[in-house]
């Protein structure tokens, strides 16, 4: 039975196919089995097929998808991989550390691992679509990792600390799903635009609360009971409004 049975690789416009196959590889070394690519469909490419060597199957049923956005359906949860750590003031590139991402064999619902293009990495709307962004330790000097070694560094880490000695045993509580965590984005977002905040401040606000939130790893019941109170807020704010007119 695979050790990680609820993560995903998703490969964001790989433009050396040869990297596909070294990366299919690498998910077989360490128990994970499904693979997405957004953009080109470079699975029957030569290098692909010949550098999976004996994954060759994680190759052949992978899923391509025109964009991001497409690949993500159906995962609860999405971490980015970035190499480009943003300032401490810049809260939309606020990044996790690889060593602090959780056990994923202790969250329920499937979990996509994202990893951006050789040459630019992920673009940054792209980032926003996933729920935190983690990076990689490596030299100042030079922090820019090879993709198939990015992956693969990702996956021993996970594999060395977290691959289940046991099988996997049911979970009492699930995590929360992008719908369920869409809705409360959907009603803080609609406080946001209520206050009087400098319209350059309204993205930035929006933004941190999908950060904490990406980052927080809550259950289902913990995200519908802060959906229910924010949606009160919500309404609360626009009865306000409404009586003030």
Known sequence: MAEFPN??????????????????????????????????????????QMFSVHAHKIVDDAGV????????????????ATARAGRNHSVTRALVPLSELPDPNSLDG???????RESTGLFNEE????????????????????????????????????????????????????????????????????????????PIAKQVFRNLLGRAYMTGREVATLTGVIRRISEQINDSKKLDD
């Open 7 to 48: 993560l995903v690789v998703v490969l964001v416009g790989p433009e050396n196919p040869g990297n596909v196959g070294f990366v299919a590889r690498a998910m077989a070394n360490f128990g994970l089995h499904e693979l997405r690519l957004v953009g080109e469909d470079n699975r029957q490419d030569q290098f692909a």
């Open 65 to 80: 998808y025109e964009d991001l956005g497409s690949a993500l359906v159906g995962i609860d949860l999405a971490w980015a």
């Open 110 to 116: 499937r979990i996509a691992l994202v990893f951006g």
């Open 127 to 202: 980032i926003a679509l996933c729920d935190l962004a983690f990076t990689i330790p490596a030299s100042k000097e030079y922090p820019s990792l090879n993709l198939s070694h990015a992956v693969s560094i990702v996956l021993y880490h996970l594999f060395s600390k977290y691959a289940p000695v046991e099988p996997r045993q049911p979970f009492e509580t699930r995590a929360a799903t992008y719908r369920e965590r869409e809705q409360v984005y959907k009603f803080f977002d609609n406080i946001v635009d209520q206050l009087n905040l400098k319209e350059h401040r309204v």
